[in-house]
């Protein structure tokens, strides 16, 4: 099963999770695991977008920040706030990488068919990073192109 898409091509299940007080989602198939807040390890000289690495149960996994990557502010971390593990091809290599969510909503289906483009005016994200924009009880929730979102070539 391609990790992006659910039995039916027409969706795909997204675990939402809230940056900043917007609602973003992922593909259910990117991630591994979700945690409590871990210490980070600073890199020397490392880039903002990439600050650190963590140790998830023994192995050692980049950190990103997607706050840095979308033009947020730092997160700092609150109690509701948790730690994805994803599972992503970075380099062409399966890789683990964690990020820092404030918090994790839930997992939901959403129909490809329905997400919209992000317009261009008016959207404080770079919109290369963003596959579309999908509507859920009213309010809108960003998917993430995961591939282009922690792709190293793309840091800022």
Known sequence: MEPHMTDSAETQMVLTFALDGETFAIPVGHVDEIIDPLPITRAPNADAFAPG???VRGAIAPFVDLRHRLGMRPAEVQEASRVLVLDLVVGGEATKVAMLADDVADITETAVADLEA?????????????RGVAKKDGALVIVLDVDAAFAPQNLQ
Not at 118 to 130: A, T
Request: charged share 20%; net charge negative; glycine share 6%.
């Open 53 to 55: 690495l963590i140790n």
């Open 118 to 130: 992000v317009p261009e005016l008016g959207v404080r994200w770079p919109i290369d990073l963003i």
